[in-house]
């Protein structure tokens, strides 16, 4: 038997984040061994998900922009999940 899930890197910039009184988790990823980027996914205590679309060249791009978002929009438009969310 094999094991065909590709092994993921977690980027040591991942981890909770509390902002307004609202944690969240920023998991910052990518397929381990891979040049395909880097993905951002800020994920709520309640399990709802935001996903960016595009994966960004570092780690560090993708921590700036979570940075950038939670300054320009706010943690509660990061994670609205009764409406979509695209970045």
Do not use: C
Not at 28 to 49: E, H
Not at 70 to 86: S, W, Y
Request: charged letters at 25%; a negative charge; zero cysteines.
């Amino acid at each position: 038997m094999t094991n065909d899930d590709p092994e993921i890197e977690v980027s040591p910039l991942s981890g909770m984040v509390t902002h307004d009184g609202v944690t969240v988790d920023v998991q910052i990823y990518r397929i381990a061994g891979s040049g395909d980027g880097w993905f951002l996914d800020v994920v709520s205590t309640d399990g709802a998900s935001t996903v960016w679309d595009d994966p960004f060249p570092t780690d560090e791009a993708a921590h700036a922009e979570f940075n950038r978002a939670l300054k320009e929009e706010g943690i509660l438009a990061i994670i609205a999940g009764d409406q979509p969310t695209v970045h």
